[in-house]
C-alpha cells in the first residue's frame, strides 16, 4: 500500500515546492524594499525548504522507476521491467517530465549552496538574489504541474508492461551528460540572480561582481563538461563518428557557453577596474535568457533531433511565455536603473581592457551567428514560408573566421596591461612566441603526413599563440623571483592558464581531426579485410549475444599494422525486443594520438555486413581540452578572494539608495 501512495506524495512535495517558491520570490524581495528584517530573513529557510521538498518529490519518481510502478504513466512510457537498474535510474531524467524536474531540482540546489555559502553578503542583497532564483522556479514548477506532470497515473488498469527506454539513451554517457549539462543551464540563473538584485539595489559595483564570478565560474565549467560528454556520446553512440554536427540542440548548448565565456571574462575586468558595469549585467541577463531558449527549443516540439525531448506545442508556449516574462522583465529592470551607473574609469585601446571587450563582442557575434542559423529555418516554416536547412557549411563559413580572431585576442590579451600599454612593449612580449608557432606550425604537417596544409598550419598556430604567450610570462617570473614568483600568483591566474591550455588543446584536436581523418564505408564478412589509414581491419568472426533487453550480432575485428596485432574490436548490432528497435554498438580502441573505431551497419543480402571503419587522429584532443577548461574553471573558483566577503564590499553591497 505505501509503494501504491508513492507518486502521490511525490506531486504533493511538487506542489509544496511550489508554494515555498512563491513565498521565497515574494516575501524576501518585499521585506528588502520595504527595509524590514523579518521578512527578509524568509529568504533561506525558503531556500532549504523548496530544495527538500523537490528532493523528496525527485526520490519519489525515482523509487517508481526502481520499483516497475507502471501505473505511473511516465514509468511506462520509460522503462521495463528487463531495463537495468542504472538505466532505470537515468531514465528518470530520459524524457521530458523528468528532465525538467530534474532542471527544477538543480535550480533549488544552486538556491540552497547561496544561501548556504553567501552568509557573509548583507541580508538585503542576499534576500533579494534568492528572491530573483525563487521567481524562475516558481516559473518551471508551475509548467511541470500544469502540463509535465511526472506522476500522472494510468488508472484503474495499470500496464502490465513498459515500452522501455529509447535504446539510443541506454548508454552511461546518459547518465552523466544531462545532468552536467543542466548543472552548467541552471547555475547562470545564479549570475543573473546577482546581476537583477544588484540593478534592483541600484548599486553595480565591483563587490557583486567579486560574488557573481565564482558561481559564473563554476557554472561554466559544468556546460562546458556537458557539452563535452554530449559531443563525445554523439561520436561513440550514434555510429557515425562525428563529434559536432551543428544540430539545432547542440547549438542551443553552444549560444549560452559562448555567452557566459564572455560573462566570465567580463566579470574580471568589473572586479578588476570597475570598467563594463553595465556590460556586464546585460551579458549575465542574455547568458541566463539564451540557457531558457536551449530549454524551449529541446521541450518544444519545434525540433526534430536525437536530442530532442518534447512535441507538445503547450508546453513550447508556456516555456516561450515564460523566456518572454523573464527577458522582458529583466531588460525592463536594466532599462530603468543602468542608466544611473557610471563608469568613469578609461582605458587605451592597446589594454587588456580593450582586448576583452573585443572578445566579448566577438563572441557576441559568433552566438548571433549560431542564433541566426538555428532559428531563421524555425521562423520560416512557422511562418509557412518554406523548409530550408541550415548545415555545417553556413556554421563553419562564418565561424571558423570569428574563431580566428577570436584566437588571435586571446593570445594579446593575458600578457597586456590594464588601462594602457605601449605597441612596442606588447609586441615585445609576444614576438617571440609568434616566431615559435609559425616554425612549428610549418614543420608540422610536414613531419606529420609528408604534406604542407595551410589549414593544419592556421590551427596549430593559433593554437601556440593562445599558450605561449601565457608561459612566457610565467617563465620570466620564474627566473626573476624563483619558485616564490610563481607561488605568488593567484589560483585565479592559474585557472585562467589552465582555461586557456585547454582551449588550445580543443584547438589541435579539430585542427587534426579534420583533416587527417580516415573513413570508408565497407562490405565485411568472415576472413575479409580492408585497409583504412594505414590499418588493415579483419573480420575474424561473427556470435550471437544476448544482453539483458536486447539480442545483439557481434562482430571481431582484428586490427593490424605492418602485420603487427594492434588490437581486437567488438563492434554489434543490438536488436531491443521491447521496442522492436535496432541499434549500433560501435567498437573503439581509443588512444592519446589516434582512434580506431568500427561501426557495424546492416546485414547485407549475401551475408556481408555494412561497417562503417575509421581512423580518428588526435580525437581525444578535443575531450581532454574541454576537462582542462573545466579544471581552470574550477580551480579559479578556489582563489581565496572569493572564500569571503571582505566588510568594505559587505558595506557597499548593502548601500541601497
Same mark, same amino acid.
Given at each position: 500500500?505505501?509503494?501504491?501512495?508513492?507518486?502521490?506524495?511525490?506531486?504533493?512535495a511538487?506542489?509544496l515546492?511550489?508554494?515555498v517558491?512563491l513565498?521565497?520570490?515574494i516575501v524576501?524581495?518585499?521585506?528588502s524594499?520595504?527595509?524590514?528584517?523579518?521578512?527578509m530573513?524568509f !529568504?533561506?529557510?525558503?531556500?532549504?525548504?523548496?530544495?527538500?521538498?523537490?528532493a523528496?518529490?525527485?526520490?519519489?519518481?525515482?523509487? *517508481?522507476?526502481?520499483?516497475?510502478?507502471?501505473s505511473?504513466?511516465?514509468? #511506462? $512510457? =520509460?522503462?521495463n521491467?528487463?531495463l537495468?537498474?542504472?538505466y532505470?535510474?537515468?531514465?528518470?531524467?530520459?524524457?521530458?517530465?523528468?528532465?525538467?524536474?530534474?532542471?527544477?531540482?538543480?535550480?533549488?540546489?544552486?538556491?540552497f549552496?547561496v *544561501?548556504?555559502f553567501?552568509r557573509?553578503?548583507?541580508?538585503?542583497?542576499?534576500?533579494?538574489?534568492?528572491?530573483?532564483?525563487?521567481?524562475?522556479?516558481?516559473?518551471?514548477l508551475l509548467?511541470?504541474?500544469?502540463?509535465? $506532470?511526472?506522476?500522472?497515473?494510468?488508472?484503474p488498469?495499470?500496464?502490465?508492461?513498459?515500452?522501455?527506454?529509447?535504446?539510443l539513451l541506454?548508454?552511461?554517457?546518459?547518465i552523466?551528460?544531462?545532468?552536467?549539462l543542466?548543472?552548467?543551464?541552471?547555475?547562470?540563473?545564479?549570475?543573473?540572480?546577482?546581476?537583477?538584485?544588484?540593478?534592483i539595489?541600484?548599486?553595480?559595483?565591483?563587490?557583486?561582481?567579486?560574488?557573481?564570478?565564482p558561481? %559564473? $565560474?563554476i557554472?561554466w565549467a559544468?556546460?562546458?563538461?556537458?557539452?563535452a560528454?554530449?559531443?563525445?556520446?554523439?561520436?561513440?553512440?550514434?555510429?557515425?563518428g562525428?563529434?559536432?554536427?551543428?544540430?539545432?540542440?547542440?547549438? #542551443? *548548448?553552444?549560444?549560452?557557453?559562448?555567452?557566459?565565456?564572455?560573462?566570465?571574462?567580463?566579470?574580471?575586468?568589473?572586479?578588476?577596474?570597475?570598467?563594463?558595469?553595465s556590460?556586464?549585467?546585460? &551579458?549575465?541577463?542574455?547568458?541566463?535568457s539564451l540557457?531558457?531558449l536551449?530549454?524551449?527549443?529541446?521541450?518544444?516540439?519545434?525540433?526534430?533531433?536525437?536530442?530532442?525531448?518534447a /512535441?507538445d506545442?503547450s508546453r513550447?508556449?508556456?516555456i &516561450?511565455? &515564460?523566456?518572454?516574462?523573464?527577458? @522582458?522583465?529583466?531588460l525592463?529592470?536594466?532599462?530603468l536603473r543602468a542608466?544611473k551607473?557610471?563608469?568613469?574609469?578609461?582605458?587605451?585601446?592597446?589594454?587588456?581592457?580593450a582586448?576583452?571587450?573585443? $572578445?566579448?563582442i566577438?563572441?557576441?557575434v559568433?552566438?548571433?551567428?549560431v542564433l541566426?542559423g538555428?532559428?531563421?529555418?524555425?521562423?520560416? +516554416?512557422?511562418? +509557412?514560408?518554406?523548409?530550408?536547412s541550415?548545415?555545417?557549411?553556413?556554421? =563553419?563559413?562564418?565561424?571558423?573566421?570569428l574563431?580566428?580572431l577570436?584566437a588571435?585576442?586571446?593570445?594579446l590579451?593575458?600578457?597586456?596591461?590594464?588601462?594602457?600599454?605601449? #605597441?612596442?612593449e606588447?609586441?615585445?612580449?609576444?614576438w617571440?612566441?609568434?616566431?615559435?608557432g609559425c616554425?612549428?606550425?610549418?614543420a !608540422?604537417?610536414?613531419?606529420?603526413?609528408?604534406?604542407?596544409s595551410?589549414?593544419v598550419?592556421?590551427? &596549430?598556430?593559433?593554437?601556440?599563440?593562445?599558450v605561449?604567450p601565457?608561459?612566457?610570462?610565467m617563465?620570466?617570473?620564474?627566473?626573476?623571483?624563483?619558485?616564490?614568483?610563481?607561488?605568488?600568483?593567484?589560483?585565479s591566474?592559474?585557472g585562467?592558464?589552465?582555461?586557456?591550455?585547454?582551449?588550445?588543446?580543443?584547438?589541435?584536436?579539430i585542427?587534426?581531426?579534420?583533416?587527417?581523418?580516415s573513413?570508408?564505408n565497407?562490405?565485411?564478412?568472415?576472413?575479409?579485410?580492408?585497409?583504412?589509414?594505414?590499418?588493415t581491419?579483419?573480420?575474424?568472426?561473427l *556470435?550471437?549475444?544476448?544482453?539483458? /533487453?536486447?539480442?545483439?550480432?557481434?562482430?571481431?575485428?582484428?586490427?593490424?599494422?605492418? =602485420? %603487427?596485432?594492434?588490437?581486437?574490436l567488438?563492434?554489434?548490432k543490438?536488436?531491443f525486443?521491447?521496442r @522492436?528497435?535496432a541499434?549500433t554498438? %560501435?567498437?573503439? +580502441?581509443?588512444?592519446?594520438?589516434?582512434?580506431?573505431?568500427?561501426?557495424?551497419?546492416?546485414?547485407?543480402d549475401?551475408?556481408?555486413?555494412?561497417?562503417?571503419?575509421?581512423?580518428?587522429?588526435f580525437?581525444r584532443?578535443l575531450?581532454?581540452?574541454?576537462?582542462?577548461?573545466?579544471?581552470?574553471?574550477?580551480?579559479?573558483?578556489l582563489d581565496?578572494?572569493?572564500?569571503?566577503l571582505?566588510?568594505? +564590499?559587505?558595506?557597499?553591497?548593502?548601500?541601497s539608495?
Amino acid at each position: 500500500m505505501l509503494i501504491k501512495t508513492v507518486p502521490e506524495l511525490g506531486f504533493f512535495a511538487l506542489i509544496l515546492a511550489l508554494c515555498v517558491a512563491l513565498v521565497q520570490a515574494i516575501v524576501p524581495l518585499m521585506g528588502s524594499l520595504t527595509r524590514r528584517p523579518l521578512w527578509m530573513s524568509f !529568504a533561506q529557510p525558503m531556500a532549504w525548504s523548496q530544495f527538500l521538498c523537490l528532493a523528496i518529490s525527485f526520490a519519489c519518481l525515482t523509487f *517508481s522507476f526502481l520499483k516497475d510502478d507502471f501505473s505511473v504513466a511516465y514509468v #511506462a $512510457n =520509460n522503462s521495463n521491467s528487463l531495463l537495468p537498474w542504472y538505466y532505470k535510474f537515468s531514465a528518470v531524467w530520459g524524457s521530458h517530465e523528468g528532465s525538467v524536474l530534474l532542471w527544477s531540482l538543480l535550480l533549488s540546489a544552486w538556491s540552497f549552496a547561496v *544561501s548556504i555559502f553567501s552568509r557573509h553578503l548583507p541580508r538585503d542583497m542576499l534576500a533579494r538574489v534568492l528572491s530573483v532564483m525563487g521567481m524562475v522556479s516558481s516559473g518551471f514548477l508551475l509548467f511541470i504541474i500544469l502540463t509535465s $506532470n511526472p506522476f500522472a497515473r494510468i488508472l484503474p488498469i495499470a500496464p502490465q508492461e513498459g515500452a522501455d527506454l529509447n535504446p539510443l539513451l541506454q548508454d552511461p554517457g546518459l547518465i552523466v551528460h544531462p545532468p552536467m549539462l543542466y548543472m552548467g543551464y541552471v547555475g547562470f540563473s545564479v549570475a543573473f540572480a546577482f546581476a537583477m538584485a544588484a540593478l534592483i539595489g541600484g548599486r553595480l559595483d565591483a563587490a557583486w561582481t567579486r560574488w557573481a564570478r565564482p558561481w %559564473t $565560474n563554476i557554472a561554466w565549467a559544468f556546460l562546458s563538461l556537458g557539452i563535452a560528454l554530449g559531443s563525445w556520446w554523439a561520436y561513440y553512440e550514434l555510429g557515425w563518428g562525428g563529434w559536432w554536427f551543428w544540430d539545432p540542440v547542440e547549438n #542551443a *548548448s553552444l549560444m549560452p557557453w559562448l555567452m557566459g565565456t564572455a560573462l566570465i571574462h567580463s566579470l574580471a575586468a568589473t572586479e578588476k577596474r570597475g570598467t563594463f558595469k553595465s556590460w556586464t549585467a546585460l &551579458l549575465a541577463i542574455f547568458t541566463f535568457s539564451l540557457s531558457l531558449l536551449g530549454t524551449f527549443l529541446v521541450r518544444s516540439g519545434v525540433l526534430t533531433s536525437v536530442h530532442a525531448f518534447a /512535441n507538445d506545442p503547450s508546453r513550447g508556449t508556456f516555456i &516561450l511565455a &515564460l523566456l518572454g516574462i523573464t527577458v @522582458g522583465a529583466s531588460l525592463l529592470v536594466f532599462a530603468l536603473r543602468a542608466p544611473k551607473v557610471k563608469s568613469p574609469i578609461g582605458f587605451g585601446w592597446l589594454s587588456r581592457d580593450a582586448l576583452l571587450l573585443f $572578445n566579448n563582442i566577438l563572441l557576441l557575434v559568433m552566438m548571433v551567428t549560431v542564433l541566426l542559423g538555428t532559428l531563421y529555418p524555425l521562423l520560416l +516554416d512557422a511562418l +509557412d514560408l518554406g523548409k530550408i536547412s541550415v548545415g555545417p557549411p553556413y556554421f =563553419n563559413a562564418l565561424f571558423v573566421p570569428l574563431a580566428t580572431l577570436l584566437a588571435i585576442f586571446m593570445g594579446l590579451g593575458p600578457v597586456a596591461r590594464w588601462k594602457q600599454m605601449g #605597441a612596442g612593449e606588447l609586441v615585445r612580449r609576444v614576438w617571440f612566441g609568434a616566431l615559435v608557432g609559425c616554425v612549428i606550425a610549418v614543420a !608540422a604537417p610536414l613531419l606529420y603526413d609528408g604534406q604542407w596544409s595551410f589549414g593544419v598550419s592556421l590551427g &596549430l598556430l593559433l593554437a601556440i599563440w593562445i599558450v605561449l604567450p601565457m608561459l612566457r610570462d610565467m617563465l620570466i617570473k620564474l627566473r626573476q623571483e624563483g619558485p616564490r614568483g610563481l607561488r605568488k600568483l593567484s589560483r585565479s591566474y592559474y585557472g585562467m592558464v589552465l582555461g586557456h591550455v585547454g582551449l588550445a588543446v580543443t584547438l589541435v584536436g579539430i585542427t587534426m581531426v579534420s583533416h587527417y581523418s580516415s573513413a570508408e564505408n565497407v562490405r565485411l564478412n568472415e576472413n575479409q579485410s580492408v585497409e583504412v589509414g594505414g590499418y588493415t581491419f579483419t573480420m575474424t568472426g561473427l *556470435s550471437e549475444q544476448r544482453g539483458p /533487453n536486447y539480442l545483439a550480432d557481434r562482430a571481431t575485428v582484428r586490427v593490424s599494422r605492418d =602485420n %603487427t596485432l594492434i588490437t581486437l574490436l567488438h563492434p554489434e548490432k543490438r536488436f531491443f525486443m521491447a521496442r @522492436g528497435q535496432a541499434m549500433t554498438e %560501435t567498437a573503439l +580502441d581509443p588512444g592519446l594520438l589516434r582512434d580506431l573505431y568500427v561501426a557495424m551497419g546492416e546485414k547485407l543480402d549475401n551475408g556481408d555486413w555494412a561497417m562503417r571503419v575509421q581512423v580518428k587522429p588526435f580525437v581525444r584532443w578535443l575531450w581532454l581540452g574541454a576537462l582542462l577548461m573545466a579544471a581552470g574553471g574550477i580551480l579559479a573558483v578556489l582563489d581565496k578572494r572569493y572564500r569571503r566577503l571582505g566588510s568594505t +564590499d559587505a558595506k557597499r553591497l548593502g548601500a541601497s539608495s
